[in-house]
Nanobody, 121 residues
């Protein structure tokens, strides 16, 4: 019904940058909040950054000043620009979006498949 496809992950050295993208497609009616979560081995999934339909953003304290979340509504795409990457940023990053499907009338969350980000020298 709805699919989120992520890209942009990879291996980068500390201090480097990566840009993640997540495009939503399918039975999309109205998209509200879009964002990114991450999960490291043995840890619980945590919010990294989110952006509302109005452009308001929220960031985890650990990434403030380094990461920037943005969205392109025409493309149903959310981005995460990650700068000054640290080893502790290593995790699987998951795209998330809250939307109402075109064929339905309720708000629910959808998740991407995850993309690996590894920060190591």
């Amino acid at each position: 019904q709805v699919q989120l496809v992520e890209s942009g992950g990879g291996l980068v050295q500390p201090g480097g940058s990566l840009r993640l993208s997540c495009a939503a497609s399918g039975d999309i009616g109205t998209i509200y909040t879009m964002g990114w979560y991450r999960q490291a081995p043995g840890k619980q999934r945590e919010l990294v950054a989110a952006i509302s339909s109005g452009g308001s953003t929220n960031y985890a304290d650990s990434v403030k000043g380094r990461f920037t979340v943005s969205r392109d509504n025409a493309k149903n795409t959310v981005y995460l620009q990650m700068n000054s990457l640290k080893p502790e940023d290593t995790a699987v990053y998951y795209c998330n979006t809250d939307l109402i499907a075109r064929s339905g009338g309720y708000l629910r969350a959808y998740w991407g498949q995850g993309t690996q980000v590894t920060v190591s020298s």
